[in-house]
């Protein structure tokens, strides 16, 4: 099996990869590990990544928690010490931006998927 296969009940899948978003939780330390991949759809090149956190169903913040730009690591650790009262549940989710190097000139955006840890 290759990056973006995966098996149903042993029958194998190819899924188009947009972005890839993983996370880890641990509970010892209070921390939340945000690891994802490279958008590779655009025609352009990418110009940063946003991050975006819920905490305890709340509404997601619209201010990222963290902006990646091209070379950085695509892993972030969330330190959700402070959140210790809540129910302790995390929903994550990455925007794309687009950087102006398309041949059209202009610049999309594109969502991952919303990842949540409880």
Sequence with gaps: MQEGD????????RM???IQFVFT???????????FNNYIDWLGD???????RSVNREPFVLIPIHTFYPGDSLIFIDLVSEFFDGNGRFCYYIEAVEGGS???????????????VS
């Design 6 to 13: 995966i098996q149903i009940r042993g029958f194998q899948l």
């Design 16 to 18: 188009p990869l947009d």
């Design 25 to 35: 939780a641990n509970p010892e330390d209070y921390t939340n590990t945000v690891y």
């Design 46 to 52: 990418v110009s940063h990544y946003n991050l975006y």
């Design 102 to 116: 398309n041949d059209f000139g202009f610049s999309e955006r594109s969502l991952s998927n919303i990842v949540c």
